[in-house]
């Protein structure tokens, strides 16, 4: 009886280290996936709000420039990953006339803005109360990523943590 004991214990604990490990070395995912969304070629819904940190962001003024929308979280583990990406996209990309702008997916302000400050984020965000924004681009889940052309359709929409070459990659689309 304490035989077989000791060896189911001992077989719980080799699945657990191997659990372990695999969970330890894996690689996070950072391939967002080019998504199908009822917006594509559309008008893309019209949004305004108030930056984390003070000032403020109107989608309208920005006409004439491709804007990366960007939903994100701070409990939300693809963002974590995400988060240097957009910030890298965004600094590469200030002089072409391309804009990020963040849209906080339904989480407290000071949450956003701690998230902001420690991933040193290099783009505005702004609080989407109630979820306005976000259910008129039909997001349910963040990270999503909306391409806006600079005559204000929806080009590309991503889902997931989007890689700086993916960013770069659904713009130059844009572009072409």
Avoid at 18 to 32: G, W, Y
Avoid at 39 to 49: D, H, S
Avoid at 127 to 142: F, K, L, R
């Amino acid at each position: 009886m304490k035989r077989t004991i000791m060896i189911s214990s001992l077989a719980a604990l080799v699945v657990i280290i191997a659990f372990s490990i695999f969970l330890a070395t894996r690689q996070p995912v950072t391939d967002a996936t080019f998504a199908q969304s009822p917006l594509l070629g559309k008008a893309a819904p019209t949004f305004a709000g108030h930056e984390l940190g003070g000032g403020s962001f109107s989608l309208k003024k920005e006409r004439g420039h491709i804007v990366v929308v960007n939903f994100w979280a701070s409990w939300c583990e693809p963002c974590v990953v995400e988060a240097p990406n957009l910030s890298t996209f965004a600094w590469r990309e200030r002089n072409n006339n391309v804009e990020v702008i963040g849209v906080v997916f339904n989480d407290p302000v000071s949450a956003a803005e701690a998230f902001a400050k420690h991933y040193g984020s290099l783009y505005p965000s702004i609080v989407d109360p109630g979820g306005a924004i976000a259910n008129d681009y039909g997001v349910t889940s963040p990270p999503t990523t909306f391409v806006i052309g600079a005559k204000g359709k929806v080009d590309a929409t991503l889902l997931g943590a989007a890689s700086v070459a993916q960013l770069t990659d659904a713009v130059k689309r844009v572009q072409g």
